[in-house]
């Protein structure tokens, strides 16, 4: 009865159409209320010890780094240089719009920015080339999503605080599949495009881009190369990116004006302020049914009705690939990652694999309506119709899928570099 009780606070908190936030808040009390002691002040304790660590200020640094990147020069002068290297393949600025997402990916952590900060560049640029809308928006779009699997990644370290992951061995193993989705992107615009006209290569171009844009490409560098060589941790990490990208955008190209910077924390907090409520309570609920062994219980009643780790898995990834068409990324890994990482555990896969399978899903989902969020972004940004851009992504889910499904049967391109 109180299951059932607890049930009917989510389910109606969902029909009224609340807030993450109220709905978690409501699921949590109703547990202590029924399961626990009673005394709902345990939630505001718990808050505390679930926010009290220190990789939790990684994340307010990188949205941070982000914004003074999208109000600076960065990723042009890294599409620049791309858009020089990719100048003779058959459709080289659409890779170059790809390989721009990825290594700016690589310095934000978050699909939003990336595909804003590229998009707005290389939207105008596509065009005028005369590459078709349809395709110019999908793969700005699926390049965007980039930014979630490609560490360091902000999805990545919300999923390690719920379930208590190695968040360096995440971004380690976010590398394999990141390649593998870049590469099958830009292999796709190749193809795609390969009846649009191609440019030599210019060396003297490539020499001046590389001139101005060498700072920008430094940055991954410093930042990956820092964390994987144990020089510094994934929170040292965020505030070098954001020393770095504030020295470089204010000092160097001289793009950030201190003006600039009051709106940048504005828009850094606003973010904040709707991301940190919702990760305290998360938090406070993951201890809870920890306490209460709920996740062993789960695993318990599921294993007497699936025995193979296979069928569990394509289970897991059905079921996410409708949570991330209905959530965002961020809400789902907060909700579902602490029952579903130790059921996955039970079945033989690591919880860094399924982490990277999780986060794969959910990428997906950026591109799938009703909620993809790619898709509501873009269509505010680049003022085109939800129906187009929609249709846009169709291809780009079909290609990510079959990525997907690569690192599920094939763990090893995710762990090949954590081993």
């Not at 990723?75 to 721009?100: D, F, K, N, Y």
């Not at 694999?353 to 940004?381: S, W």
Request: charged fraction near 10%.
């Amino acid at each position: 009865m109180n299951s059932l009780a607890v049930v009917g606070v989510v389910l109606g908190g969902l029909l009224l159409r609340q807030p993450l936030l109220v709905i978690l808040l409501g699921a949590t009390a109703s547990i202590h209320l029924f399961w626990g002691r009673g005394q709902l002040d345990y939630i505001i304790e718990d808050m505390w010890v679930g926010l009290d660590k220190e990789v939790i200020l990684s994340i307010p640094m990188f949205l941070l780094c982000g914004n003074v990147m999208t109000r600076g020069s960065i990723a042009q002068r890294l599409i620049r240089v791309m858009a020089a290297i990719t100048a003779p393949l058959p459709g080289g600025l659409a890779v170059a719009t790809v390989l721009s997402c990825a290594v700016f990916a690589a310095i934000s952590g978050s699909s939003i920015v990336t595909m804003l900060a590229i998009g707005t560049v290389m939207l105008p640029a596509l065009r005028e080339a005369g590459y078709d809308l349809k395709f110019s928006i999908g793969s700005i779009m699926a390049g965007g999503t980039l930014g979630i699997i490609i560490p360091p990644s902000i999805p990545m370290i919300i999923y390690a605080l719920v379930t208590e992951t190695s968040v360096t061995d995440l971004f380690v193993a976010g590398i394999g599949p990141g390649i593998l989705l870049t590469v099958v992107l830009s292999l796709y615009a190749i193809w795609r495009n390969r009846g649009i006209r191609t440019r030599s290569f210019d060396l003297v171009e490539f020499r001046r881009a590389l001139s101005e844009g060498i700072w920008a490409l430094l940055m991954p560098v410093i930042l990956l190369g820092g964390i994987y060589s144990g020089y510094f941790t994934p929170t040292e990490a965020a505030a070098v990116a954001l020393a770095y990208s504030l020295v470089i955008e204010g000092f160097v190209h001289r793009e950030l004006k201190w003006r600039d910077i009051y709106q940048v924390v504005l828009d850094t907090s606003k973010l904040g302020g709707s991301l940190f409520p919702v990760l305290a309570v998360a938090l406070s609920l993951n201890i809870l049914l920890t306490e209460h062994r709920v996740p062993q219980q789960m695993v318990a009643v599921i294993q007497d009705y699936i025995t193979s780790p296979l069928m569990f898995m394509l289970l897991i990834n059905l079921l996410l690939l409708v949570v991330g068409c209905l959530m965002t990324t961020g809400e789902a890994i907060l909700v579902l990652a602490p029952i579903l990482a130790p059921m996955a555990e039970a079945y033989g896969y690591d919880k860094v694999v399924f982490g990277i399978i999780m986060i794969l899903n959910l990428e997906i989902g950026y591109l799938t309506p009703p909620v993809g969020l790619n898709l509501i972004v873009a269509m505010t940004a680049f003022k085109q119709s939800f129906g187009l851009l929609s249709r846009a992504a169709i291809p780009y889910i079909v290609l990510m899928l079959g990525c997907l499904a690569l690192v599920v049967l094939m763990p090893q391109i995710a762990m090949a570099l954590v081993n």
